[in-house]
């Protein structure tokens, strides 16, 4: 394609993408195809000729919207928000426009800095002190991974220099809580701490946050019997309720066993944008590692998951290969971020997260942060008074984990697997509506609604019109 050709077809592009966004609200939320039906509008033979745009925006409207379960719709309420914000979507295009490859500081010396300089800014944006030295990976599983295998290396002095793990001899445990993210139990399993040394620390029957004390316990008994704490990681934010283990107490733990913390939190980081929500991750500053991911609530698209270190000298040690071919006579001046991480090749990631602050502001962000607390706050008191609905976790953040619990056929509230079977029968038909859209989630053994607001475009009166909804679908 010549930069003419692209011209025309990028205008085309920008104005079904404009149009798609302008129509969102008007399509069904969830993606109502059964398995296989996107696939089978496919041709099974790969094209031949080449094809006009209009043609391939065609079968976007026809095979590829339908499939597609609308999160940028202000009545999706499930997951985590998972904005795109439409400045940053410009950001990403002018990345893959520019066509820069980013596997040494040479390579593309802007990519590198840009890079440098936006992870600053969002680091003084959020509060944290100048300690640390940020990177953006693609997801927080990865930024998990990373700071799970610092943590392996510096608990073993480098095993992987040597022997490996194992020649280390003593088995290396990693603590955290049921409450956290799947991808902290993947991360430990990958960096080869087993199953059997992973522990779950117990956690507030209420909050769900991590008890430290029982932290404590735990990582003394594990010493004593000869075993090697590794790394602790706390949730702030967690993906079930929200909920905020106490990182400045686990800190204290983790300095008094030299233990790595790392800080997930990659839902709530978003709301360290505003000044009075930093108390909920008080004590940040003593970890190692934290991560967050521009890419749910503030809206930065996917891919942008933001990993801040402390002693990135560390990252450096762990990751680092040098081949010939990647040596430049800038080396020892400039950040390699190769070496912070697994991947060579890497995207121009900081172009999407630039235009965001840019182009959107950062006031603007963080008057819609502060809309969808309030709302959150909002349906939370609704549910409360309201007969027969319970809020079945703290609403910190932005997410309201609720239960319906209508009288059974003996006069008394529904419990066991009659409420379980009435939640997911309302949930499942609420969603399958297409008019709204909320996860269900397990807690205390028991099926409940996850509310997660935050879509960019969801205002007061979708909020007020999902209450609504629930209430028709539960009490009917
Ligand atoms: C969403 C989430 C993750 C995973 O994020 P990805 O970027 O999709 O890997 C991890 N931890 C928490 C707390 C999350 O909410």
Redesign the pocket.
Known sequence: MEPEDFRAAGHELIDWIADFRTGVADRPVKAAVRPGEVRGAFPSEPPTGADDVRALLDDLDRAVVPGTTMVQHPMHFGW?PSNAALSSVLGDLASSGLGALGISWESAPALTEVEEVVCDWMRQLTGLSDRWHGSIN?????S?FVAMLAARERATDHAQTGGGLGAHGRPLVVYTTDQ??S??RKAALLAGVGADELRMVEVDPWTRAMRPEHLRDLVEADVAAGRQPMAVVV?V???GTTAFDPVDEVAAVCADHAIWLHV????AGSAMLLPECRHLWHGVERADSVSW?P??WMGTIL?C?LLYVTDPEHLVRVFSTNPSYLRSTADGEVTQYRDWGIPLGRRFRALKLWFHLRLDGVAEIQTRLRRDLANAQWLAAEVERTEGWEVVAPVLLQTVCVRHRPLGPDGDPLTGAALDDHTTRWLAELNDSGRAYCTGSVLDDRWMVRVSIGVEATERRHVEALWHMMRDFAET
Do not use: L, P, R
Not at 138 to 142: F, G, H, L, N, Q
Not at 264 to 267: E, G, N, T, V
């Open positions: 985590f693609d997801t927080a599983s990865s998990t956290a993210h991808s902290v949730s934010g967690s993906t997930d939190a990659a839902m991911n890419h749910k891919d998951s």
